[in-house]
């Protein structure tokens, strides 16, 4: 049976990863980290290391280029150009994890024994771990302001002021596969990198600038990950085995441990947002102040952006009310947060959803009717159909209390509340028949190049088997990436004009051949049909299209916001503080849905990372600065986690194609929360909600109830 999508191979295990390629005459790198938060290198043994069995050579910081970068793999603007403080490698760490040097061995198992028992004498510094600890001594690394003082004026004046503060743990985004990277030279100079990115346009550039390598002997191919979630748009190791590879004259490859995911990769930052909401007696929204802190780590990464996206949150969901943002990033000295999926708008949706419930209660309103009285028609449309729903039957005798939740959430579809944003596509005849459809856009899993098919396939005409994909290649097709959930929002709209120019160009060749005007014909796949008669004219192999290729650039002037509403029923235990989403249910307006199962696994999907991010998943630093040592430690949601999801799509035949890679996950950890509250009478201020913290925060109760 046919897995368009690579579901069913990723489940049986058959599924190509990049660390599942082999390369002739590969060699295996791995990195000397420190195991201090904070340190000084004063020597290392590098004589040890070369006399190592299998070892090829060792680098220090030193000796590799010094060049100061931003690893986000986004383009370069202002933000991104004075958020500059990372380098390949450094004698100064600043978190546990950095790398100091770099070993390369002729096998990975190798490589990684002589990077982790390397001699290294160290002075150890005083480190920042915490957020606290941060704002104390002033680490700050930058600041986003949005909206003027008059707002916090008005915001004075309203009659009803609801506010509260809350705070969120980071997160690992626990991919199926680690980050890996593999460099293979070639005789005539060029290097052809591969690496499980979500953005092989960015990485070439990146790479390009801290190696100083022109543009064009250098080739980055994506291969397919498992997930990206944010973590793969970033450059980690790739220019530095690219330094390797041509260093060396030798392939070159390097692919992370679990523990190097957790302690070297991106998380999500942790952070804490405060917002304030003023209404009117009616119940509408007239004002609103949000203040974030978030804990960036020890580099800068994509922090200036996620600052920037928080304030989306409220200008999308109430934009009838005027709104006030003020968020700092601080620098701690643990591992760097970077991009996470919903991109600091998940981390809004927490604090301010939470808020609107109070708000309701203080008004004496229903949850509901509070949020339909602010938003805007396409949201009420997702918020009436959830509110519909019904709760779960509760198990005859269960001691544990229930709740419903509710939240809603809109997220935009490009990278910046600045458009435009353009993707290209180039679509041509291949030489065996097939179409090829090259894009710039990625799928990271998502389902999106099986969506860009079979938008160029009804255009066309033809089966969607009939058309190949080739994405993420550097030598076909310069763009963004997958990033935002623009994939198939601007990546579509050019899919859409490269194939409309294709039957335009089979139709201008057809009536060159046959003497007539292009307009008198049509395409009826594989034949060049009269439009009058129907009749057969010339079929579209005989008109020799190999040599043709079609482009075409989609240009989107508007941001292209999604909308969804959720619902979700919680149980919580008394005794043990454990919280069960027993059901959700959520309805998305995406616009056009171009394939069903796809878009219901996007949201299935945004749903389960959610409950993890609600009640699992944490990151936190130790007293030695240190994470979780494995995946089970920072937690992850299990299957018996994730209840049956309902999933409801509005207007799923009409319009254009929206995003929707983000959106889900949004409004998951506010859902759940305010369930919770529902349940126990009392509201938990933090994510995860892991038992111990529902246990004590049911603790006031527990003294007044006997049956706890």
Not at 333 to 354: D, I, L, S
Not at 614 to 643: F, L, M, N, Y
Request: net charge negative; aromatic share 4%.
């Amino acid at each position: 049976m046919p897995d368009p999508r690579g579901i069913r191979a990723k489940f049986a295990g058959r599924h190509c990863f990049l660390d599942d390629m082999a390369f002739d005459g590969q060699l295996w790198a791995a990195v000397v980290r420190s195991p201090h938060p904070r340190a000084r290198v004063l020597h290392l043994d590098t004589e040890d290391l070369l006399g190592r069995a299998g070892v090829v050579a060792v680098f220090r910081a030193g000796d590799v280029p010094r060049t100061v970068f931003n690893p986000a793999a986004l383009p370069d603007d202002s933000r991104l150009s004075r958020a500059r403080d990372k380098m390949l490698l450094t004698d100064g760490p600043r978190h546990v994890g950095d790398g100091v040097a770099v070993v390369v061995a002729t096998s990975r198992q190798g490589a990684r024994d002589a990077a982790c028992t390397a001699r290294v004498d160290w002075t150890v510094l005083p480190a920042v771990l915490t957020l606290d600890e941060a704002l104390a001594q002033r680490t700050f690394m930058g600041q986003v302001r949005y909206g003027e003082q008059s707002v916090l004026e008005r915001l004075e004046r309203c009659e009803v002021q609801v506010s509260g503060t809350y705070a969120f743990d980071g997160a690992a985004h626990s991919n199926l596969d680690t980050h890996s990277c593999a460099a293979v030279p070639s005789d005539d100079g060029r290097v052809t990198l591969w690496t499980n990115t979500q953005n092989p346009t960015e990485i070439h550039r990146l790479v390009s600038e801290v190696l100083d390598v022109p543009a064009d002997l250098l080739r980055v191919r994506k291969v397919d990950e498992g997930g990206g979630f944010g973590a793969k748009q970033e450059m980690y190791e790739e220019a530095l085995v690219t330094w390797l590879a041509r260093r060396l004259g030798r392939t070159v490859r390097l692919t992370y441990t679990r523990r190097e995911e957790l302690n070297a990769g991106r998380i999500r930052g942790g952070g804490r947002i405060a917002v304030r909401l003023g209404f009117d007696a009616a119940g509408l929204l007239v004002a609103s102040s949000v203040k974030a802190v978030l804990n960036s780590g020890a580099y800068a990464s994509h922090t200036p952006h996620v600052l920037s996206g928080i304030c989306g949150h409220l200008l999308a969901v109430y934009p009838k009310a005027r709104h006030h943002y003020e968020g700092r990033a601080v620098a701690t000295h643990t591992v760097p947060a970077g991009a996470y999926r919903g991109y600091g708008v998940a981390e809004a949706n927490f604090a301010v959803e939470q808020v609107m419930d109070v708000a309701a209660d203080q008004l004496g309103l229903d949850s509901v009717e509070l949020r339909l009285r602010n938003v805007q028609p396409a949201m009420a449309a997702c918020l009436t159909s959830v509110a519909r729903a019904r709760d779960p039957d509760t198990a005859p005798g269960s001691k544990s209390l229930t709740g419903t939740g509710y939240a809603i959430a809109a997220k935009h579809s490009v990278t910046s509340l600045a458009p435009p944003d353009a993707s290209r596509c180039d679509i041509a005849m291949g030489e065996n028949g097939r179409l090829k459809l090259f894009t710039g856009t990625c799928d990271s899993g998502t389902g999106s190049s099986y969506a860009l098919a079979r938008i160029a396939a009804e255009i066309i005409g033809v089966h969607q088997d009939d058309i190949e994909v080739v994405e993420g290649d550097t030598d076909q097709v310069v763009d963004l990436g997958s990033t935002g959930q623009r994939s198939l929002f601007v990546g579509g709209a050019a899919t859409r004009d490269a194939a409309e120019t294709f039957v335009k160009s089979v139709l201008d060749t057809a009536g060159g051949r046959l003497g007539m005007q292009p307009r008198s014909l049509a395409l009826a796949w594989p034949d060049v049909v009269d439009v009058s008669t129907g009749q057969k004219l010339i079929g579209v192999p005989s008109l020799d299209l190999a040599e043709i290729t079609v482009s075409a650039t989609g240009v989107v002037t508007h941001p292209g916001a999604s909308y969804c509403a959720m619902r979700v029923s919680v149980s919580v235990e008394p005794e043990s503080g454990l919280v069960t989403v027993q059901d959700a249910f959520m309805t998305v307006d995406c616009g056009r849905v171009v394939d069903i199962a796809s878009a219901r696994g996007q949201v299935i999907g945004g749903i389960a990372q959610g409950i993890g991010l609600a009640c699992v998943e944490a990151w936190k630093p130790g007293t030695q600065g240190c994470g979780p040592s494995g995946i089970h430690e920072h937690g992850v949601p299990r299957a018996g986690d994730v209840p049956a999801v309902r999933v409801e799509f509005v207007d799923a035949r009409s319009g254009q194609p929206s995003g929707l890679g983000e959106l889900p996950l949004v409004p998951v950890m506010a859902a759940v929360s305010n369930a919770v509250s529902n349940a126990i009478g009392v509201r938990c201020r933090t994510a995860p909600m892991r038992p111990g913290d529902v246990w004590e925060a049911l603790a006031p109760h527990r003294r007044h109830h006997e049956d706890f």
